[in-house]
């Protein structure tokens, strides 16, 4: 498997970076993820202008343009030729000669193999449990996940399969992935700040402006009572639904649930660009 650091393309057993990094001493980086098909990366552009917005607020400057780094990424994808696999791209603060100050960055790009998304939307149990959390720069996708790694056993005592972070009772995003609710009315609801906004979340917001009302602005734990479906989104996941969140519990979602018609829309438009 190839991988690329600094401007080399090396074999990934054999890549490193200095001990100094500031992504490996301070934690000190952002990333970005996206998924591949064969040869093509789906929703490539969007990534990489999540990607720059996430430097930009890092204060980070990477020396190539996004048109390069687009390049960089299709020549990494041709030379592994992959069936179904992953991109992670991640940019640190650099060899920091005092351990804290970020020079000029290291740019890591990696692939790997992962499974395809289902074709059709899983229907098993998914339960979230809330927890009072707020990121720093939520905004921003960074190496960061210091929290959500280290709730991982109390999830599990819970029962749940993730953790859905919330500021004072107003919720913003589980760790990976972002949250949606359709109200009795059957209007789309999604948190509008204090989160990442995902380029997945980002693609369902537009198909479903085709389908029906969208509303993005603050969500509380008590609109979740009066939901009558939620669920969480990201490029891995695409769509699945949540079964339960605390104490709330969501019916079944059957082939009328507005999940499901999302969960096509967006499949179809993922299509549409292979």
């Known amino acids: ?20 990094d500031l992504g490996l001493q301070r934690g000190y980086g952002v990333f970005d993820f996206l998924r591949v098909k064969g040869q093509q990366p789906f929703f490539l552009q969007q990534h990489i202008d999540r990607l720059y917005r996430s430097l930009e607020l890092m204060r980070l400057h990477l020396s190539y343009s ?19 696999s992953g991109i992670r791209i991640t940019v640190t603060g650099g060899a920091s000669p005092d351990g804290y100050t970020p020079v000029d960055p290291h740019l890591i790009i990696v692939q790997q193999s992962i499974p395809e998304p289902p074709q059709a939307m899983l229907t ?43 500021d004072n009772g107003w919720v913003s995003e589980c760790p990976r992935s972002n949250f949606f609710i359709i109200t009795k009315e059957n209007v789309l609801v999604t948190p509008h700040e204090g989160m990442l906004k995902g380029v997945t979340r980002s693609n369902i917001l537009k198909v479903a402006k085709g389908i029906m009302k969208v509303e993005e602005r603050a969500v509380s734990l008590e609109d979740i ?40 829309a967006l499949a179809l438009l993922e299509a549409s660009k292979e």
């Open 225 to 264: 009572r009066s939901a009558k479906e939620a669920f969480i989104s990201s490029s891995t996941k695409r769509l699945i639904p949540v079964t339960g969140i605390d104490d709330v519990v969501f019916n079944s979602y059957d082939s009328d649930c507005i999940s499901r018609t999302l969960f096509e």
């Open 124 to 166: 098993g149990p998914y339960k979230l449990v809330t927890y009072q959390y707020r990121r720093q720069l939520p905004e921003v996708k960074t190496t960061d996940y210091l929290m959500a790694i280290w709730l991982q056993p109390w999830v599990k005592e819970q029962g749940a399969h993730d953790v859905l972070y919330h």
């Open 66 to 84: 996004k048109e390069e780094l687009i390049n960089i990424i299709q020549s990494l994808i041709d030379q592994n030729q992959l069936s179904h």
């Open 1 to 20: 498997m190839v991988s690329y650091i600094n401007e080399t393309f090396i074999e990934s057993t054999a890549a490193s970076i200095p001990v100094n």
